[in-house]
């Protein structure tokens, strides 16, 4: 199976419901972008425009090779010209709320694949690889641990190492230099490895299934369940689920205390959960490419290894 060979391969539009007005605090901006990340296009407005990373809002976070459409709240009263290379702007119009993660209503795919696909309505909702790139789970899982100076060594980020260089040993303060949405995002990271891994030994033990690439696929969401994350407050509403995450933890060397981020109490997760199947929606094949719509936070890679796991 190859896909995403160049981004035009991988081709995503955001489907969000914008409370639009003539005026107000906000500017609402579409864009359209090549070989950019969702923080990319943060860093590139951010910098054109001269404001603080902390006045750019999105819904969703878009992978980097691919063809994307998503949109931005500005907080500014700056005109926003589309005069960047590989980003197409469009102001879309004005609100007083920003944008945040949870907003979106879902994305639609269109994405050219090299096999012929049978229909399946569900996939197991994993989360897909672009969560755990550059070493994502890992430093999620050192910061949880509180090894914070390894944390910002595996980073390799600028400003961090800046800050330890004039305040040594002082680790922390090197991870409070950087945004709090890509610290989440790396505790997120690892939070998702770890529902992945239970998840799957879920469908091994309970469901006919299919192995690939060290996760169980199965078509067959009876009990679409909610599953929880790990948390320091989370609740278990199935045993089976409270028993394979509590032999994760000791395989992994963690309790739900490491959930409590002393030295970062205002990034302690909190209890969330996912749908363990999600719904596939107007679906649509015409060789090469397939076209789908999926709920926000779903991974259209993971729906992908579906079809090509059980296209026979």
């Not at 879920?202 to 948390?231: C, Q, S």
């Not at 709920?295 to 296209?311: C, D, Q, R």
Request: net charge neutral; glycine share 4%; proline share 2%.
């Amino acid at each position: 199976m190859k896909i995403k060979e160049t981004p035009e391969d991988f081709i995503v539009d955001e489907i969000i419901n914008l409370n639009l007005k003539d005026n107000g605090k906000y500017v609402y901006i579409k864009i359209k972008k090549t070989n950019k990340n969702t923080l990319d296009i943060v860093d590139i407005l951010a910098n054109k425009l001269k404001i603080n990373k902390k006045d750019i809002g999105f819904a969703g976070m878009k992978d980097k090779k691919a063809v994307t459409t998503q949109y931005f709240s500005i907080r500014t009263s700056k005109d926003i010209r589309n005069d960047l290379d590989d980003i197409e702007i469009e102001t879309v119009g004005y609100g007083n709320e920003p944008l945040s993660l949870g907003d979106l209503e879902g994305n639609k795919f269109k994405i050219k694949i090299d096999f012929i696909p049978e229909k399946i309505n569900n996939a197991v909702n994993y989360f897909g690889e672009q969560r755990f790139s550059d070493n994502n789970k890992e430093i999620g899982k050192l910061i949880l641990t509180g090894k914070f100076k390894e944390a910002v060594e595996l980073i390799k980020n600028k400003k961090c190492d800046e800050y330890v260089a004039n305040y040594k040993n002082d680790y922390v303060g090197a991870l409070k230099v950087l945004e709090r949405r890509l610290i989440t995002l790396y505790i997120n990271s690892y939070q998702s490895y770890l529902w992945n891994e239970v998840v799957s030994e879920y469908i091994k033990e309970n469901y006919e299934y299919k192995e690939f690439e060290g996760l169980n696929y199965t078509t067959n969401d009876e009990e679409n369940m909610e599953v929880p994350f790990l948390t320091f407050d989370v609740k278990f509403n199935n045993e089976k689920i409270k028993d394979d995450y509590e032999k994760l933890m000791r395989e992994e060397g963690i309790t739900l205390r490491n959930f409590i981020i002393k030295s970062l109490p205002d990034l302690s997760p909190l209890a969330a959960s996912r749908k363990m199947f999600v719904d596939i929606k107007n679906y649509k094949f015409e060789k090469p490419y397939i076209e789908f719509e999926l709920g926000k936070g779903s991974y259209a890679t993971e729906v992908l290894k579906h079809l090509y796991i059980f296209k026979d």
